[in-house]
């Protein structure tokens, strides 16, 4: 037996790596993918989850930090800074932390999930809670890089998107194939076009027969790509993509085109009953924004658009203890209760409806 090495390593044939690369890893990848029998009987489809939310930090991001940050650390970086909605902020963290060297995150005042708040913190990074939304923190990091000693390490560094298209490489050892079609939640649509890449290398390669059809959903309020330009004030409840100018948006579309993909828009009503399904069905916590694979789905499929018996991949990038106060609303907005019980065996057995053995 062995442990699992992280995607560099365990990639490393595939990945624009040498010997002289100085791998900062937290045992990233690997992650399951587990048929959602529950999915499968809502659409006719064979739907299989990928949860990324078991990655070392809790989501997605840590396929791209571990390319960024061993190749910020190659290059010499001493601090590294980013913009973020909260994820990326937490894994850079980490992996700078790990790495030995700074980070310096920018993430938009109040908006982002307490869990990844703390992570930030807790790694030990320089948090600034900036007065503005996302895409106002991704031009200030972008302008900071380019003009002060700082290493980048946002999606629109190219590393980021060559780690994160190694969950590509992974859905399609245990599929034996590609899938016909790819779900994923949209915001910088950074992870859009990782998995496109990585599907577009393993046809090149003849691991696979096909390129999966790319289908991306972006929360109603925040939907740049739906509608065709740029949102000034994003809004909804899925924090983690309240984008508003997609830093990937052009390499996305391509995706799209080649792959005879799609982007769609859900409600965040929408979002929050499919979360509600992944969790109480399925088996699987994920936060709010990785629900719209699941809403994505569902939509599709009742629009009649999954052809049935056909192999669909649903990503949910990140995990659901990130941002977990959703789980504690009901449906209709109100709290959920807990039920108070004393400490007496058979009240409890008489309230739970069971008789005597
Ligand atoms: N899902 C989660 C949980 C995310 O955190 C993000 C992006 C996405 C989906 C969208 O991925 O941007 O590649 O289209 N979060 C970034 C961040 C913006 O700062 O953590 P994308």
């Given at each position: 037996s062995r442990q699992w090495r992280g995607v560099l390593r365990e990639y490393a044939d595939r990945l624009n790596i040498s010997d002289a690369t100085p791998i900062v890893t937290l045992g990233e990848g690997g992650t399951p993918l587990i048929p959602a029998a529950a999915l499968s009987a809502r659409t006719g489809a064979k739907v299989w989850v990928?949860?990324?939310?078991?990655n070392p930090t809790g989501s997605f991001k840590d396929r791209g930090m571990t390319m960024a940050m061993s190749k910020a650390v190659e290059d010499g970086a001493k601090a590294v800074i980013c913009a973020s909605t909260g994820n990326t902020s937490a894994s850079a963290a980490a992996y700078a932390t790990h790495a030995g060297i700074k980070a310096v995150v920018l993430v938009p005042e109040g908006k982002i999930a307490m869990g990844k708040l703390s992570q930030a913190i807790a790694h030990n990074a320089q948090l600034l809670q900036v007065q503005g939304n996302f895409d106002d923190c991704l031009d200030i990091a972008r302008d900071l890089a380019k003009n002060y000693p700082v290493h980048l390490v946002n999606s629109v560094n190219p590393d980021r998107i060559e780690g994160q298209k190694t969950a590509a490489f992974e859905v399609v050892e245990v599929l034996e194939d590609a899938p016909d079609i790819h779900i994923v939640p949209v915001g910088n649509a950074g992870n859009y076009t990782a998995y496109f890449r990585g599907y577009s290398e393993e046809l090149a390669r003849g691991a696979t027969t096909k390129l999966p059809r790319m289908f991306g959903f972006q929360a109603a309020g925040s939907a740049p790509i739906v509608l065709g330009h740029r949102v000034e004030h994003p809004e909804t409840?899925?924090?983690?993509?309240?984008?508003?100018?997609?830093?990937?948006w052009d390499l996305a579309l391509n995706a799209r085109e080649v792959s005879d993909g799609y982007f769609g828009a859900i409600s965040d009503e929408k979002i929050l009953e499919a979360y509600r399904i992944l969790s109480a069905e399925v088996g699987i916590f994920v936060e709010p924004a990785s629900a719209i694979s699941v809403a994505g789905l569902l939509e599709r499929a009742d629009a009649g658009q999954i052809p049935a018996g056909s192999t669909v991949v649903l990503t949910v990038t990140g995990h659901g203890l990130k941002d977990p106060q959703w789980a504690l609303r009901t449906a209709d907005g109100s709290d959920v209760k807990p039920t108070i019980v004393p400490v007496d065996t058979a009240a409890i057995a008489e309230l739970l409806g069971l008789g005597q053995k």
């Open positions: 990928k949860y990324e939310g078991m409840i899925a924090s983690a993509i309240r984008i508003g100018n997609p830093a990937s």
